[in-house]
């Protein structure tokens, strides 16, 4: 079975780099990678005699986490819209059906196209997250703190967003399973900042939106997590401790161990459904 898996996934992996949706993440990449560095770099041209070296690495940090939800928005976009056509579209093809009237259980197809999916949406938006560091560093002289636990949460926001793609792809057609899943990442997104302005307030009705929502669907307590480690430790007392909530580019605390266990939990389960689904879908 663990061959099978390997050399779904392997293939997946082939087919996701030819269709035009890689090019299409490539350019709009190249393009934020562009526009962010010659930003950057007017920043550092018109600020170095009037900000202190503090205030310069706040805005850098607030500037950086502004731009990698860029990233991740269109990681989002893409891998979901990757997602769909990469199962239902097969399903509806009839590829699926030829593939697996030889002796292979459906569990391992869809789990073997899972794990390329997975693997394609975490590398492309670690090595984007890296590129965007690389370019920060050379403009304007600012490191995020904790680097590769930002990215590798932003690697885990994909994976959430991708199993939610699979597991709507194997019951609604490849398009509409894209648009769901785009449309639930933004919505998290809002109701997280909707809670945010409410925990500022210290009204407890609104603040709660948004615990819920990251309950619901983590890719939202995930980003806010990958922010704490791209922001400067300073940030907070900038902006007056927890009344940083409010702002959506700063996240006050990192991640509990509970809350990545949840999420890993969440992913099971998804994942678990999306199986079920497509064992019992009629080919």
Same mark, same amino acid.
């Given at each position: 079975?663990?061959?099978?898996?390997?050399?779904?996934?392997?293939?997946?992996?082939?087919?996701?780099?030819?269709?035009?949706? +890689?090019?299409?993440?490539?350019?709009?990449?190249?393009?934020?990678?562009? +526009?962010?560095?010659?930003?950057?770099?007017?920043?550092?041209?018109?600020?170095?005699?009037? +900000?202190?070296?503090?205030?310069?690495?706040?805005?850098?940090?607030?500037?950086?986490?502004?731009?990698?939800?860029?990233?991740?928005?269109?990681?989002?976009?893409?891998?979901?819209?990757?997602?769909?056509?990469?199962?239902?579209?097969?399903?509806?093809?009839?590829?699926?059906?030829?593939?697996?009237?030889?002796? #292979?259980?459906?569990?391992?197809?869809?789990?073997?196209?899972?794990?390329? +999916?997975?693997?394609?949406?975490?590398?492309?938006?670690?090595?984007?997250?890296?590129?965007? $560091?690389?370019?920060?560093?050379?403009?304007?002289?600012?490191?995020?703190?904790?680097?590769?636990?930002?990215?590798?949460?932003?690697?885990?926001?994909?994976?959430?967003?991708?199993?939610?793609?699979?597991?709507?792809?194997?019951? #609604?057609?490849?398009?509409?399973?894209?648009?769901?899943?785009?449309?639930?990442? $933004?919505?998290?997104?809002?109701?997280?900042?909707?809670?945010? #302005?409410?925990?500022?307030?210290?009204?407890?009705?609104?603040?709660?939106?948004?615990?819920?929502?990251?309950?619901?669907?983590?890719?939202?307590?995930?980003?806010?997590?990958?922010?704490?480690?791209?922001?400067?430790?300073?940030?907070?007392?900038?902006?007056?401790?927890?009344?940083?909530?409010?702002?959506?580019?700063?996240?006050?605390?990192?991640?509990?161990?509970?809350?990545?266990?949840?999420?890993?939990?969440?992913?099971?389960?998804?994942?678990?459904?999306?199986?079920?689904?497509?064992?019992?879908?009629?080919?």
């Amino acid at each position: 079975m663990t061959r099978v898996v390997l050399t779904v996934a392997g293939l997946t992996l082939r087919e996701a780099a030819r269709r035009r949706v +890689l090019l299409a993440l490539a350019l709009l990449t190249l393009v934020l990678l562009a +526009l962010s560095g010659w930003g950057f770099s007017r920043f550092a041209a018109e600020s170095g005699g009037t +900000l202190t070296s503090g205030e310069a690495r706040l805005t850098a940090s607030i500037l950086l986490n502004l731009v990698m939800f860029g990233y991740s928005l269109i990681a989002a976009l893409g891998t979901a819209f990757l997602a769909g056509p990469t199962l239902a579209g097969e399903t509806e093809s009839g590829i699926a059906l030829a593939v697996l009237a030889r002796p #292979i259980r459906r569990s391992a197809f869809l789990l073997g196209k899972w794990l390329g +999916l997975v693997t394609f949406g975490s590398v492309f938006v670690v090595l984007a997250g890296l590129s965007q $560091c690389l370019v920060v560093r050379a403009t304007v002289d600012y490191w995020p703190p904790e680097p590769a636990t930002a990215l590798a949460l932003l690697a885990a926001q994909t994976t959430v967003l991708l199993t939610l793609a699979v597991l709507l792809s194997s019951v #609604i057609s490849p398009m509409a399973s894209g648009v769901v899943a785009v449309g639930m990442f $933004c919505t998290t997104w809002v109701a997280g900042v909707v809670g945010g #302005i409410g925990a500022s307030l210290d009204n407890e009705a609104v603040a709660r939106v948004g615990s819920v929502s990251r309950v619901l669907l983590p890719t939202d307590g995930l980003w806010r997590g990958a922010m704490h480690g791209f922001q400067d430790p300073s940030a907070l007392l900038q902006f007056g401790g927890a009344d940083g909530e409010a702002f959506p580019f700063l996240s006050v605390a990192p991640l509990t161990w509970a809350y990545l266990a949840w999420a890993a939990v969440w992913v099971a389960m998804v994942w678990g459904l999306a199986a079920v689904s497509f064992v019992r879908r009629d080919l």
